[in-house]
């Protein structure tokens, strides 16, 4: 495994494959769970990332399953502190059941306040290493949410609070808020990132693609670590049973899959860990947040630590328009 510090040099070193937890105790069940984050663990993996939403849309659900199965594991193997723990709040369904993500519980104070505590129960801690606000909230002010993640700063409830699904202009809004009122702003944030390009006008609702703006804004912040989820396309790019998304299906995307396997069978390495090679050496670099329901499934994406692209290579995958 290899490491890098979170939201610059003086933030807690993390694993640079971030381990995605979303069906943990819903589509996968405890035993398989527990199978690959003691795989993840074995390997040097350290960083974990759930959300208090995960997968509230499966049947019988409520969004705790995922950050349930997580804690009963860290106590079973005693390993908290061996791990830096990401979750999210603010995009759970108020009340459950309601029409999502239009009854989405949003960014305020008083939500933030509630939602830790459930969080922190679920994953039996006293404290969360990295809490994102999962989607943005037009309507609560960025300086109530931001002071409501200093607050939590402050009591050692969270370690640094990041964000997800944020456009640029609303990230910097809201570190400008958090250094108005003198607390910690966003040490994180993370977006739907891969090789593959969507297509113009692509719509993936409150979840979007990285976009040209983010990253160039990403390149010159050093401070916030990108990190990035569906960087594999879950499984699209080398299981057959799987389709690419429509977002990303245009002529442009078949043309990055030539390239992508002809640059794979050079390197004697799947597509996919090409592709995460590729984003933990771009620019800026991304740490992925990679997915796997089997150990076989996590160990091919661990075979992405330390292949190195060759500058020629990876001019050939950015050079596909």
């Known amino acids: 495994m290899e490491y890098t510090n979170l939201g610059g040099p003086g933030g807690p070193r993390v694993s640079t494959l971030c381990l995605g937890t979303l069906p943990f105790g819903t589509r996968i069940d405890e035993a398989a769970a527990f199978a690959v984050l003691d795989r993840f663990h074995e390997a040097g993996g ?27 594991w860290m106590r079973s193997r005693g390993v908290r502190d061996e791990l830096v723990l990401a979750t999210k709040v603010g995009a759970l369904p108020d009340p459950p059941g309601s029409a999502w993500p239009e009854c989405a519980e949003g960014l305020s104070a008083p939500v933030i306040r509630r939602e830790v505590e459930k969080s922190l129960r679920n994953l039996g801690t006293d404290r969360i290493d990295l809490y994102y606000a999962h989607i943005d909230d037009r309507r609560t002010p ?9 607050e939590l700063v402050e009591a050692g409830k969270i370690g640094r609070a990041g964000c997800s699904n944020f456009a640029a202009w609303r990230i910097e809004e809201s570190r400008g808020a958090a250094v108005a009122a003198g607390v910690p702003d966003y040490a994180a944030v993370q977006q739907r990132y891969t090789y593959l390009r969507p297509r113009p006008g692509a719509d993936f609702g409150v979840n979007p693609h990285a976009s040209e703006e983010l990253i160039d804004y990403l390149g010159t912040r050093p401070e916030l670590t990108f990190t990035a989820y569906t960087t594999q396309l879950t499984g699209a790019y ?42 933990l050496g771009g620019e800026p670099p991304v740490l992925p ?6 150990t076989a499934q996590l160990d091919e994406s661990l075979g992405a630590v330390g292949l190195r692209l060759p500058a020629e290579l990876r001019k050939r995958l950015d050079d596909v328009d």
């Open 46 to 72: 350290t960083f974990i990332d759930t959300a208090n939403t995960y997968a509230f849309w499966e049947p019988g659900a409520t969004g705790a399953e995922s950050e349930l199965v997580i804690g009963r």
């Open 142 to 150: 960025v300086a109530e949410t931001m002071g409501a993640f200093g």
């Open 238 to 279: 080398t299981d057959p049973s799987k389709e690419v998304p429509e977002q990303y299906r245009h002529q442009g995307s078949e043309r990055r899959l030539k390239v992508l396997a002809e640059v794979a069978a050079e390197l004697g390495a799947t597509a996919n860990q090409v592709v995460l090679a590729w984003a």
């Open 289 to 294: 947040i990679v997915g796997a329901s089997t």
